[in-house]
């Protein structure tokens, strides 16, 4: 996806709650198998969220509707799972090359859409 180059900082965070979550299966002696078929994951899906990869060199991204079913799975909240990581897992702005122009634009409703109840052609 344009714009979405993964950082060091991305890297440990999605490690780091592949690393979250095993501890948590571990504890409560489930297997990655009976979770990830009990969250509706394949079983190479839940373990390339364990190891925070989605491939060799690429950090995984799992949707927050995945995480939460893997939360209702181990019977733990989000926040359980989710690394207390305080360092930059973005690449910035500037450094992807997008420069923001602060002035503001006309609003025009485009036609067919309702603003206010008012239907524009």
């Not at 509706?40 to 799992?62: A, I, V, W």
């Not at 990581?85 to 702005?93: L, N, Q």
């Amino acid at each position: 996806m344009a714009g979405r180059e993964h950082t060091k900082g991305w890297e440990r965070f999605t490690r780091e709650l592949g690393d979250n979550i095993t501890r948590v299966r571990e504890s409560k002696g489930l297997s990655q198998e009976h979770v990830a078929f009990a969250a509706g994951l394949s079983r190479h899906t839940y373990q390339r969220l364990e190891k925070g990869l989605k491939s060799p060199d690429t950090p995984t991204n799992p949707t927050l509707y995945t995480l939460l079913a893997v939360c209702r799975v181990l019977g733990v909240h989000l926040e359980d799972i989710l690394p207390s990581y305080s360092g930059s897992i973005f690449t910035p702005a500037k450094e992807m090359g997008v420069v923001f122009n602060m002035d503001p634009l006309p609003l025009e409703p485009r036609p067919g859409h309702d603003i206010y109840g008012k239907r524009f052609r």
